[in-house]
């Protein structure tokens, strides 16, 4: 039986390539059938390939890194035994866990320990916004501590604040626990003209009962990325007045999906309690993480699973191995390439929008994350097309070439409404409905821009 799973496995993932065959799986999972492709042309305008695809939706997902595809296949082979155990196969994947947890503190400034793995970054996002309730409901249970003032919070709802733009693994649960009257919130609108969370309104917000405040560190449609580290500055400031008088502490978290691989990233700096990792978004599996600042110890995290005692108890269940070191592949060449991967990006991205402003400035465009004051994504670009039947899914369905979407692959089912991201950073509706989105990737070159930017301009023809 184990030769037999041997067998498919390896059939599946040869064991050993040469760099040159694995640069080449990576070129063909971003550029499908590049070179000998039909050509086809329509009436008036140059010939295009239709059948070579260009991807640029890096903020959706990322294909695995040739190293991490190794990575996995390798793990699948020599560490397949259960990490508990004692025989060797046990133990050398014990040893990959923990040489993945290093591998991810070391990406996010953190501490091994401090190293939750999950599932992937829904899981992560829900096991914070559980702890901070099971947090201060447990805190309403104390009495006689001497630390809070119990006639300030108890038979009240704790309180999370969340901005407006957070992701539906943020939202969604918190909105639940509103409906079942089990929490109260409020939802922090993002400034008009900087697209950003506004650091005071987020401490306006803040009450007696709040446990929570929840905000993420670069939006997946603008690319805009939040001031994360002057809000934890100022709640650290606001902690220390309510300990003292008796009121229980906010925790922070911050959702780094969309930044890790793209920028540096290091709680210290953020000094947030809580921080979502999410493998896919760069370059990694689909699985995820959580750092927690001295889980269980200086920060509270309350599992919600039960069972073998993994991860210290705060995320039982057998270790899903392969995934695991693939995750800490992944960080590896975060931790090695971080600023040349940033570098690069960032010269297609500005390469892409002087291509779209040359193709387009005189039909007319809209650059919807240029907003003055922010920083943003080194490879996000969002950007409208105006006039009129020029709605950003319609044009998408013209082009033979280009691989991209209109915002976050989660609501790909809302047909032509236009993103309430955009809404919220004041876009115009009429705006907002031709908006795109793409998301540049490691791999991404002046020439799949070009290339790109004519299928763009032969789609915007075609009324």
Request: neutral net charge; glycine residues 8%.
């Amino acid at each position: 039986m184990h030769s037999l799973a041997g067998t498919l496995v390896s059939s599946m993932f040869p064991k050993k390539r040469s760099s040159q065959t694995m640069e080449k799986v990576q070129t063909k999972q971003v550029l499908v059938n590049k070179g000998n492709s039909e050509e086809t042309g329509r009436a008036g305008e140059g010939k295009m390939s239709s059948s070579r695809k260009i991807y640029m939706d890096c903020n959706a997902t990322t294909p695995l890194a040739p190293e991490v595809i190794q990575t996995v296949s390798e793990a699948m082979q020599e560490a397949w035994g259960n990490p508990s155990s004692s025989y060797t196969a046990g133990q050398r994947a014990k040893e990959i866990i923990s040489e993945a947890r290093q591998s991810l503190a070391r990406m996010v400034g953190g501490e091994p320990q401090d190293i939750i793995f999950t599932s992937g970054g829904t899981e992560a996002n829900n096991l914070v916004i559980h702890t901070a309730v099971k947090y201060f409901k447990e805190g309403n249970k104390q009495s006689n501590d001497g630390l809070r003032d119990q006639k300030k919070t108890q038979g009240t709802y704790p309180h999370l604040i969340l901005s407006c733009i957070e992701h539906d693994s943020v939202r969604l649960p918190v909105e639940h626990l509103v409906k079942e009257h089990e929490a109260e919130a409020t939802f922090v609108p993002v400034s008009k003209a900087t697209g950003q969370v506004e650091v005071d309104d987020v401490i306006a917000a803040v009450r007696p009962t709040t446990c929570l405040v929840s905000v993420m560190l670069a939006n997946n449609e603008t690319g805009i990325v939040m001031p994360i580290s002057e809000l934890s500055q100022q709640i650290q400031g606001l902690n220390q007045r309510r300990v003292a008088s008796g009121l229980p502490r906010v925790l922070v978290h911050t959702d780094a999906a969309q930044m890790i691989g793209k920028g540096r990233v290091d709680v210290q700096d953020l000094g947030v309690d809580y921080l979502s990792i999410v493998g896919h978004k760069f370059y990694g599996p689909r699985i995820g993480a959580l750092y927690v600042r001295g889980p269980g110890i200086v920060t509270p995290l309350h599992p919600m699973l039960f069972g073998g005692g993994q991860e210290c108890n705060f995320r039982p269940g057998t270790e899903n191995t392969p995934m695991i070191a693939g995750l800490g592949k992944a960080a590896e060449l975060v931790n090695k390439h971080c600023e040349a991967y940033e570098a690069h990006m960032k010269t297609i991205r500005d390469y892409l929008e002087e291509r779209l402003k040359a193709v387009f400035e005189e039909q007319g465009i809209h650059f919807n994350c240029r907003l003055k004051g922010s920083r943003r994504l080194c490879n996000t670009s969002n950007f409208s097309i105006l006039g009129s039947g020029l709605q950003g899914r319609l044009v998408l369905s013209r082009c033979k070439t280009l691989l991209a979407s209109v915002g976050a692959a989660c609501h790909s089912e809302k047909g032509d409404q236009p993103s309430s991201i955009l809404l919220s950073c004041g876009i115009p509706y009429h705006v907002a409905q031709n908006a795109l989105r793409l998301s540049v990737g490691r791999d991404t070159s002046k020439e799949d821009v070009d290339l790109i930017v004519e299928d763009l301009k032969q789609a915007v023809a075609v009324q």
